[in-house]
Each structure stands twice: as structure tokens, then as C-alpha cells.
């Protein structure tokens, strides 16, 4: 498999070979994290932004009575916290949803390619808009949608941010978060979201085999979910000068 923050941003167009070899040279330092544990804590003021190399992570925040939210999904190809290069102190965390290998991307790094490589800036500043986007997405189907329609939404959307790193297959690709996770992610309660779970399976909409989530009806999940992936931007081209 090719890099995949590579292969996440040449679905924005062609990168130089110098902006692949920077992007190479950038991310050699790795760290691997095991399943919940802290990638960049809440409330800290990292030196580096943290790219998802391998497994899953999640953003989230904790309210003063300690429960939690789970603000984002990251995946291979996502930088968790890029937003951290310029707010400095950031007021969420990054933790690994399953064993993660992580690279620190120091920030002195991301401002020399400010400096040195625009169109690489502008592709990686895509990446934080469309990250907002998300967040958008999320927002109106909190407010507005139903759990059915929640969970469908966030299964068409994940299927489509898996696709351009490879890591789907035929409709299906491996879906590690848990009943519980789902629920800090989408307002309800673990049993709720098995109940869904099983009505989507039940239409037969989705099938599951262990960890791998085969989505069987992919137009009917989509209209279920009022799902369209236009915010997603995945292949957006970003002009060169």
C-alpha cells in the first residue's frame, strides 16, 4: 500500500515528487499506541501534529463530569490534529481506538512547507476544511436525524473516507469500534445502538462477519441516511499556480 496521507491527498490531484519526498521525510518518526490510550492528551500544547498511519483513532472531549464525546473517527491518511499547528493549546484529545501506528509531524516541519510548498499547504489546508465539514455532517444529523438515520449516514461516510487509502472492499471494510463508541459518538445508549445495528441488518441493508461491517444495499443505506458525500470533497482537484 502507498503512503496514505499520499494517497489521500493525490485524490486532490497530482503531487511533485519533491512534495511526496517531503511528505516522506516528515513522517518517518513513528510511535504505536495500544487501543485507548492517549495519542495527544485534552487541553495540551503539542509540538507536533499526530498522522493516523495504521488503525483508529478518535478526537473527543470530556465533560466536567467525565463523560465522554467522541468528536471524530480518524483513519489511516488523517491528520488527527492538524488544527494544532497553529491553535497551539488545543481544547480536545486524540486517543487510539485500536492499535495505532502514529507519526509526530513536527511543526517546524509544517512551517517550512508554508514556506517552501504552496500547493502542498493548500492541499493539506483542504484537508482541514474538509475536516470541518464533518463536523457539520455530524452536527445536522445530531439535531435532525434520528439513530437509524445517524448510524447509516456514519456507515455511507466511512465506507467513502476507507475508500481512498484502500481499505475497502467490494462495499465492506473493517469496521473496529465498538457498540459503546458508537454511542459516545452519536447521543445514544449502547443498547439503542445494538437495536439499530440490527434493524439495518434485519432489512438487509448491512451483514456482519466479525470486524468486517459488508454493506448489501448500498442505494437503500444511502437513502436511509440521507447520505450525500459532497462534503467530503474526496476528489476535489487543488489547482497549481
Known amino acids: 500500500m502507498s503512503h496514505p496521507l499520499i494517497a489521500k491527498l493525490e485524490r486532490h490531484g497530482p503531487l511533485s515528487e519533491d512534495e511526496k519526498q517531503v511528505l516522506r521525510q516528515i513522517t518517518l518518526r513513528t510511535s504505536v499506541y495500544q487501543a485507548r490510550e492517549d495519542i495527544v492528551p485534552e487541553g495540551s500544547c503539542p509540538s507536533h501534529s499526530s498522522l493516523i498511519l495504521s488503525g483508529f483513532a478518535t478526537r473527543q472531549k470530556h465533560a466536567v463530569d467525565g463523560q465522554r464525546q467522541i468528536t471524530a473517527f480518524h483513519v489511516p491518511g488523517d491528520f488527527a490534529d492538524l488544527h494544532s499547528f497553529l491553535l497551539k493549546k488545543i481544547d480536545d484529545g486524540v486517543a487510539a481506538l485500536t492499535t495505532c501506528t502514529v507519526?509526530?509531524?513536527?511543526?517546524?516541519?509544517?512551517?517550512?512547507?508554508?514556506?517552501?510548498?504552496?500547493?502542498?499547504?493548500?492541499?493539506?489546508?483542504?484537508?482541514?476544511?474538509?475536516?470541518?465539514?464533518?463536523?457539520?455532517?455530524?452536527?445536522?444529523?445530531?439535531?435532525?436525524?434520528?439513530?437509524?438515520?445517524?448510524?447509516?449516514?456514519?456507515?455511507?461516510?466511512?465506507?467513502?473516507?476507507?475508500?481512498?487509502?484502500?481499505?475497502?472492499?467490494?462495499?465492506?471494510?473493517?469496521?473496529?469500534?465498538?457498540?459503546?463508541?458508537?454511542?459516545?459518538?452519536?447521543?445514544?445508549?449502547?443498547?439503542?445502538?445494538?437495536?439499530?445495528?440490527?434493524?439495518?441488518?434485519?432489512?438487509?441493508?448491512?451483514?456482519?462477519?466479525?470486524?468486517?461491517?459488508?454493506?448489501?444495499?448500498?442505494e437503500r443505506l444511502k437513502e436511509v441516511g440521507q447520505y450525500d458525500p459532497d462534503y467530503l470533497h474526496i476528489d476535489q482537484e487543488v489547482e497549481r499556480d
Open 103 to 218: 507519526s509526530h509531524v513536527a511543526h517546524s516541519d509544517l512551517k517550512e512547507i508554508t514556506k517552501h510548498y504552496p500547493h502542498l499547504t493548500r492541499v493539506l489546508w483542504l484537508t482541514t476544511l474538509v475536516d470541518g465539514a464533518v463536523h457539520r455532517a455530524w452536527m445536522t444529523s445530531l439535531g435532525r436525524m434520528d439513530a437509524r438515520e445517524r448510524l447509516a449516514h456514519f456507515l455511507c461516510e466511512l465506507r467513502d473516507r476507507l475508500e481512498p487509502v484502500q481499505m475497502t472492499k467490494d462495499n465492506s471494510y473493517e469496521l473496529p469500534i465498538t457498540q459503546e463508541e458508537l454511542g459516545d459518538a452519536f447521543g445514544i445508549t449502547t443498547v439503542h445502538v445494538n437495536r439499530v445495528l440490527q434493524g439495518l441488518r434485519s432489512d438487509g441493508l448491512i451483514t456482519s462477519r466479525g470486524k468486517i461491517l459488508i454493506i448489501d444495499d448500498w
